[in-house]
DNA sequence: TGTCACTGTTACTTTTGGTAACTGTATGAC
DNA sequence: GTCATACAGTTACCAAAAGTAACAGTGACA
């Protein structure tokens, strides 16, 4: 009865690796937020402390750097007064689409059952 | 050149705010990969240990309590000797298809860029 | 009687996240 | 000139979450 329960894990053990692996890329409480909101915009560093809400400074400058370091998102010195720097989703952050398009759809429907649809 | 900034919150920001609240549910480091597994199959504690690489009996334990109480999964004791105990997932936990397919497509085009496609 | 499998829990340490105050530069108001 | 403001962070300190390892309780089996 038991005999085959090994097969799951060699065959599709792979999904959850790979489940996984994205998990570690976007790791900790913001970084999937942040993500979403530069899909909207790219954005200004204070511009993302407005849109995020609850996010700190100090949080959002590291989680920003992660990103950055990760190539999911570009930063780009401005030559304003004050200096602005604006972030921007990379080519590659923006193969993300569908993740942030089903996490979306999914918290809406979320918030729904949760507030009482 | 300003004037429109504000808008942008106005407008789009139910999508960060959507997204921020299904990362609420699945926050942590471990539900989403522990949803990725039931997909597969239901699975007793023990099976579970063994499919997510790294995670700890506490942790697992911990997890898998939240994820109940968002009613995303369910816990049956079976009568078998020494006890077991199948997690599953419920309908609602279901409707998280797309999200894991989605994350677990990333997740594999991403390990094929960092270990060198 | 002792050991094993299963499903956890407990005590302790490490890592991560949160808060609030501060740095440094430049700009316009007074 | 000096004061307050805006921008983009950093620092020091504290709280919460996660990791580690050892243990608990039950019954089967040798």
């Not at 489940?19 to 954005?43: C, E, P, Q, S, Y």
């Not at 609850?54 to 304003?80: F, Y």
Request: one cysteine or more; proline letters at 2%.
């Amino acid at each position: 009865m038991d005999e085959n329960l090994p097969t799951i894990t060699e065959k599709c053990g792979k999904k959850i690796l790979s489940v996984h692996d994205a998990m570690d890329i976007l790791n900790g409480r913001w970084k999937i937020t942040i993500v979403a909101a530069l899909f909207l915009n790219k954005m200004r560093f204070t511009d993302l402390l407005r849109e995020i809400n609850g996010i700190s400074g100090k949080m959002l400058s590291r989680e920003l750097k992660d990103l950055e370091i990760n190539q999911l998102i570009t930063r780009t010195v401005l030559n304003t007064q004050p200096i602005g720097v604006e972030y921007e989703l990379t080519e590659y952050g923006l193969t993300l689409e569908k993740v942030l398009k089903a996490l979306s759809e999914w918290g809406v429907d979320h918030r729904k059952r949760i507030t009482g649809r």
